[in-house]
């Protein structure tokens, strides 16, 4: 590859004794897998560098699935994660890498990433506003076209106090059923603005992106949700941290 790209550390493995084995989110190729040759070697300049949440810049080489990385440089310090915020981190570093195929540009996805990133290390309350956002704008890259201003059945535009139930491949269509997939037109316009004023849009967006990334991610488990549920301790429910069920 000619010339440096902006990237980030998605997830990293030790290969071989002195090297690492990562997987890296850049600005124009998407998701990479890259061998750090040595990069675990005391003496190794990339040691430090070679860790998520740390903007660099990176070259590569090579034509197969894995490539070799010839050179990094952080550009700054890493994003300060700690916290409930790190495994937030690690949910959206997770989401990319189940669900990205390998060298597919993103290059607006790349800038949402950095944008919740910097939002989650700023945050001075809830998380979740950020995640909800980053996730919606995730599945619209990945072409999960849904109109939540209309009515599926009729085209008509939503009402606030009426209820919509989901239907994937179809969209909101109007329903007396009240159940796990219906949601107010007033929850519909929160989730096309991306904007969560209260409690209850936010549990609305998070019901709704559960269900829309569900056939991305499979019957597979994400590790991140599993360590926050061991290590954080669990919380009041209107204080429930982003990543639980």
């Known amino acids: 590859m000619d010339g440096w790209q902006r990237a980030f550390v998605l997830h990293g493995r030790p290969y071989s004794e002195t090297s690492l084995l990562l997987d890296l989110f850049t600005e124009s190729h998407g998701r990479i897998r ?14 430090g560098a070679l860790q998520p949440f740390t903007p660099l810049l990176v070259r590569w080489s090579g034509r197969g699935e894995v490539k070799t990385l010839r050179s990094a440089e952080a550009v700054s310090l890493a994003l300060p994660l700690s916290g409930i915020t790190l495994y937030c981190g690690l949910y959206v570093n997770e989401l990319l890498s189940r669900v990205l195929e390998q060298e597919t540009a993103f290059s607006e996805l790349f800038f949402d990433y950095l944008n919740c990133l910097q939002t989650l290390a700023a945050a001075s309350g809830s998380p979740e506003p950020a995640l909800r956002r980053f996730e919606l704008a995730m599945l619209g890259h990945l072409g999960y076209g849904v109109d939540f201003l209309h009515c599926a059945g009729s085209g008509e535009s939503v009402s606030d106090e009426m209820t919509y139930s989901y239907r994937e491949e179809k969209g909101f269509i109007a329903s007396m059923v009240i159940n796990q997939r219906s949601f107010t037109g007033r929850e519909l316009r929160a989730l096309y603005a991306r904007e969560f004023p209260d409690a209850d849009t936010l549990r609305a967006a998070k019901r709704f992106t559960r269900m829309a990334l569900k056939p991305f991610l499979g019957g597979k488990p994400l590790k991140s949700q599993e360590l926050f549920r061991q290590f954080i301790p669990k919380k009041p429910p209107a204080a429930d941290p982003a990543l639980s069920d």
């Open 34 to 47: 890259v061998l750090a040759k040595g990069a675990r070697s005391k003496r190794s300049a990339l040691k």
